[in-house]
C-alpha cells in the first residue's frame, strides 16, 4: 500500500495526539518505518491532519473484534426479525468503535 499526503497529514496528527507509533501503523496496515517516514515528511508534508479527521485512538486490532461481535449479534437479531435490536448494536458497536482509549 502507498500512503498518500493525506494518510501522513493522518499519522502526523495521530503522533501528535499522542497515540502509540505501532497502533498508528497498525491503522493503515503498515509497519512503523512508514510512520517514521511520514513524520520526516517523505510523503510531501509535515503538517498535521485536524483533530476531526482522525481516527480513534486505541489498538484498531481489539476495536475491529469488539465491532465484529456486535455486527455478527446484529445479524443474527435481523435475521431473527429483530430490526430495532439490531441497529442498537450497530449503534452501541460503533460507538464504542469510535472512543478514544
Known sequence: ??????????IIGMVARGDDQHHVA???GENQGR???ALAGKYGTTEAAGKDQLPPSGAPGMKGRRLRSKV???IEALEAGDSRAAL????EGIANFNKNE
Open 35 to 37: 510512520v517514521a517516514d
Open 72 to 74: 455478527t449479534k446484529a
Open 26 to 28: 497498525a491503522w493503515f
Open 1 to 10: 500500500m502507498t500512503l498518500s499526503s493525506n494518510d501522513a497529514k493522518i
Open 88 to 91: 442498537s448494536l450497530l449503534k
